[in-house]
């Protein structure tokens, strides 16, 4: 079992920037992705960011130099750096881990961009 618990979202003025947060817990193998993805009110999910055990990291060409992706393998943590943030930047926004084939998810944080 893998649990995954994020933390960061809010409330923040366009322009501002968050921290998201991704703590894995459970069996977590050596090699894994982690990343974010995130959703709006009559949209489909769609990837943010995502990284490797290793550090390699790809991110959506929406957020492409604004948003930051970087995880501590030490901790099983992954984290989202959110800056220069647009209304159109608001949704729910999810953790993920992929490892040996299957995906889990966390619960989601909303984040909400005001303008």
């Known amino acids: 079992q893998v649990q995954l618990v994020e933390s960061g979202g809010g409330l923040v003025q366009a322009g501002g920037s968050l921290r998201l947060s991704c703590a894995a817990s459970?069996?977590?193998?050596?090699?894994?992705?982690m990343g974010w993805y995130r959703q709006a009110p009559g949209k489909q999910r769609e990837l943010v960011a995502i990284?490797?055990?290793?550090?390699?990291?790809h991110s959506g060409s929406s957020v492409k130099g604004r948003f930051t992706i970087s995880r501590d393998n030490t901790k099983n943590t992954v984290y989202l750096q959110m800056n220069s943030l647009r209304p159109e930047d608001t949704a729910v926004y999810y953790c993920?881990?992929?490892?040996?084939?299957?995906?889990?998810w966390g619960q989601g944080t909303q984040v909400t961009v005001s303008s």
């Open positions: 993920n881990l992929f490892q040996a084939g299957v995906d889990y």
């Open positions: 459970g069996s977590i193998f050596s090699i894994n992705n």
């Open positions: 990284i490797t055990s290793g550090g390699r990291s």
